[in-house]
């Protein structure tokens, strides 16, 4: 029999604790329209790492915030998450059949229903920052509410997005164009997750902060790129989603500007940097540090 690790084992936790979570929130609360709710339900409980919230409980860890004043963070993080991936596979965006094994939400329940999924998940994840109960000041609230929406709107991820449809082949981005717009598309979420996990934290300095935002520009990028190999190179059997989107949207990606081993040896370095900045943490981040390498090896 396999001994499950420490690691192995805070992540089974933590991952349970989002789904509880999540659960109480999507199937015990009864809202008017029964089958917006399924909708929700189907693209936030369907699976996935979990990796936004797990970023978020790693980063409290080291300054041993409480779990209830990450509860609410993890929770939202993941619900914009979710809302910003049923929106991403509409016929509108990148039209995808398969997300995290199973259908897309929109070819589910059809396109009209996944908008209004989409929109009540974002809704939804702001609700609970305000109202989930934890022993968290309204300051605090204020605070994550600041980081995530900017990280979530149009200074953030929805840009990103907008350049990603925008951005083909045809629109010969430079490297440092396409990397910006890859730190909007995901990096800006990533990066929140750090930031949601200091605020729930109540001691931290000024190295530790900077070290921390060091690192989650570095991961977000890595994310990112290795996201693109794997559209390329992926089984959709193993990743549980569709593959070959942006090829077959001519989207700009960093594989296509400078070819796929490029590619690979900038999201390795891109991730070792990640590590490196974590080194004035000490073993308080060993756990940041293994979910960084569990992240890197996503699988193909």
């Keep these: 029999m ?11 936790e933590n991952s349970l604790r989002v789904h509880q979570g999540l659960l109480y929130y999507l199937e015990n609360i009864s809202y008017p329209a029964p089958r917006l709710q399924e909708s929700m339900a189907y693209a936030a409980l369907s699976g996935g790492k ?4 797990l970023l978020i409980y790693a980063t409290g860890k080291i300054f041993d915030a409480p779990l209830e004043n990450l509860d609410l963070a993890a929770l939202a993080i993941e619900l914009i998450h979710s809302y ?14 398969w997300r995290r094994g199973q259908l897309t939400c929109f070819k589910a329940f059809g396109e009209d229903l ?22 968290l000041t309204a300051t605090k609230r204020l605070q994550m509410v600041q980081v995530l929406s900017r990280a979530s709107g149009p200074c953030g991820m929805v840009s990103g997005q907008a350049l990603d449809i925008f951005n083909t082949a045809e629109a010969s981005l430079a490297e440092n164009e396409l990397l910006q717009m890859y730190q909007l598309k995901t990096g800006a979420l990533i990066e929140a997750s750090i930031h949601l996990g200091l ?21 977000s990028l890595g994310f990112q790129i290795q996201d693109d ?14 593959t070959g989107l942006d090829e077959a949207l001519k989207k700009a990606t960093y594989p296509r500007l ?20 974590l080194e004035p943490l000490g073993p308080q981040a060993d756990f940041l540090r293994q979910l960084t390498e569990y992240v890197g090896k996503r699988d193909r």
């Design 2 to 12: 396999n001994k499950v690790g420490p690691f192995q084992a805070w992540i089974a």
């Design 229 to 242: 190999l794997l559209d390329m190179e992926g089984k959709k059997e193993a990743i549980g989603k569709s």
């Design 84 to 97: 910003s991936l049923v929106h991403d596979d509409l016929p509108a965006m990148d039209n995808a059949e």
């Design 50 to 53: 979990r990796i936004r919230p």
């Design 114 to 135: 996944a908008i209004l999924a989409g929109d009540a998940l974002q809704a939804l994840a702001f609700e609970i920052i305000a109202t989930h109960p934890a022993p």
């Design 258 to 277: 400078v070819g796929l081993e490029a590619a690979k040896k900038k999201m390795e370095k891109l991730f070792q940097q990640a590590f490196d900045a």
């Design 199 to 219: 605020c729930a934290a109540s001691v931290k300095s000024p190295q530790q902060q900077k070290a921390l935002e060091s690192y989650a520009e570095k991961v």
